[in-house]
C-alpha cells in the first residue's frame, strides 16, 4: 500500500490527525508531508503496527513548522531495505525526535540529509537504527546546530565499507555543525561505534565540533584511533 504524496505541498495544513487510520498494509510514505510548510503537528499515536514500512525518503522534508511529531508507537518489522533519504530535512522547529522503535530486520541502506537543518533539534533517539549497509552518509546531521542529546548505536555503521579509501568524505560520521553535544553523546558514539581496525578496513573520520571536542578526553581519543577511526576537530 502506497501513501506517496498524500499530503504533499499541501501549504495550508496545520494539522493532521491519523490516528484512527490503519496503517497494517502501508509500505511506502515517500514525499508524505514534504513541502507542508505551515503544518505543526501530526498525530500518528495510534500506527502501533507498520509491517514493511521501510521507504520514508522525503516524508517530513520541508515542514519548516512542525514541532509535535510522536513517532514512539511506530514499530518497523519491515524485511527490506530501508531508506530514510530526507525524511526530516528542514524541519527546523523540531525539538525532540524519538526514532527508537524504528528496529527492522533489515538495514538502513539510504540515510543522506535525513535530519538536515533541523537547527532546532535538541534531542534525538536513533537507538533502533541499524546502519550496516550505510554506504554514504552525507550530511545526515547538516546544521544541526542545537543537537544535545543524541542516543544512538553506531555498532555496525561502517561495517560494509569494505575497499573503501581512508578517510573518504562521503564514509564520515560528521557532527561537526553540532556545537552543543554532551559528553555523554560523544562517549556514547565512541563506545558504540563499529570497529574497523579490527575488521581489516581502512581508517575513517568521525568529525565533531571544536566546542565539542574539547569536551573529550584523551583516552576517548584513543579508543576511537584503536577502533579504526580518526576523531577530526572542526
Same mark, same amino acid.
Given at each position: 500500500?502506497?501513501?506517496?504524496?498524500?499530503?504533499?505541498?499541501?501549504?495550508?495544513?496545520?494539522?493532521?490527525?491519523?490516528?484512527?487510520?490503519?496503517?497494517?498494509?502501508? *509500505?511506502? !510514505?515517500?514525499?508524505?508531508?514534504?513541502?507542508?510548510?505551515? !503544518?505543526?503537528?501530526?498525530?500518528?499515536?495510534?500506527?502501533?503496527?507498520?509491517?514493511?514500512?521501510?521507504?520514508l525518503n522525503n516524508a517530513f522534508r520541508n515542514c519548516y513548522n512542525l514541532t509535535d511529531l510522536d513517532l514512539t508507537s511506530i514499530? &518497523?518489522?519491515?524485511?527490506?531495505?530501508?531508506?530514510?533519504?530526507?525524511?526530516?530535512?528542514?524541519?527546523?522547529?523540531?525539538?525532540?525526535? %524519538?526514532?527508537?522503535?524504528?528496529?527492522?530486520?533489515?538495514?538502513?541502506?539510504? &540515510?543522506?540529509?535525513?535530519?538536515?537543518?533541523?537547527?532546532?533539534?535538541?534531542?534525538?533517539? &536513533?537507538?533502533?537504527?541499524?546502519?550496516?549497509?550505510?554506504?554514504?552518509?552525507?550530511?545526515?546531521?547538516?546544521?544541526?546546530?542545537?543537537?544535545?542529546?543524541? =542516543?544512538?548505536?553506531?555498532?555496525?555503521?561502517? *561495517?560494509?565499507?569494505?575497499?573503501?579509501?581512508?578517510?573518504?568524505?562521503? =564514509?564520515?560520521?560528521?557532527?561537526?555543525?553540532?556545537?552543543? !553535544?554532551?559528553?555523554?553523546? !560523544?562517549?556514547?558514539?565512541?563506545?558504540?561505534?563499529? %570497529?574497523?581496525?579490527?575488521?581489516? =578496513?581502512?581508517?575513517?573520520?568521525? *568529525?565533531?565540533?571544536?566546542?565539542?571536542?574539547? *569536551?573529550?578526553?584523551?583516552?576517548?581519543?584513543?579508543?576511537?584511533?584503536? =577502533?579504526?577511526? %580518526?576523531?577530526?576537530?572542526?
Open positions: 500500500c502506497s501513501l506517496n504524496n498524500i499530503f504533499a505541498e499541501a501549504k495550508n495544513l496545520k494539522t493532521a490527525n491519523l490516528a484512527n487510520w490503519d496503517p497494517r498494509n502501508v *509500505r511506502y !510514505l515517500t514525499d508524505f508531508f514534504r513541502d507542508c510548510h505551515n !503544518l505543526t503537528t501530526v498525530n500518528m499515536s495510534n500506527w502501533s503496527y507498520t509491517g514493511n514500512l521501510g521507504t514499530n &518497523i518489522t519491515s524485511t527490506d531495505w530501508i531508506y530514510l533519504y530526507n525524511t526530516f530535512a528542514e524541519c527546523r522547529s523540531i525539538t525532540n525526535l %524519538n526514532l527508537s522503535t524504528f528496529s527492522p530486520a533489515q538495514p538502513i541502506t539510504s &540515510i543522506s540529509n535525513t535530519f538536515n537543518n533541523c537547527r532546532s533539534l535538541t534531542d534525538l533517539d &536513533i537507538t533502533g537504527l541499524s546502519w550496516s549497509y550505510t554506504s554514504n552518509s552525507t550530511d545526515v546531521f547538516k546544521n544541526c546546530v542545537s543537537l544535545t542529546n543524541l =542516543k544512538s548505536n553506531f555498532s555496525l555503521f561502517g *561495517r560494509f565499507y569494505g575497499s573503501s579509501s581512508a578517510n573518504q568524505a562521503n =564514509k564520515a560520521l560528521d557532527l561537526g555543525d553540532s556545537p552543543n !553535544l554532551s559528553y555523554e553523546s !560523544l562517549t556514547n558514539i565512541i563506545n558504540t561505534i563499529y %570497529n574497523l581496525a579490527a575488521d581489516g =578496513k581502512n581508517t575513517q573520520q568521525i *568529525r565533531f565540533n571544536a566546542t565539542a571536542y574539547d *569536551r573529550l578526553k584523551s583516552e576517548d581519543i584513543a579508543i576511537a584511533e584503536a =577502533k579504526g577511526w %580518526n576523531i577530526v576537530r572542526v
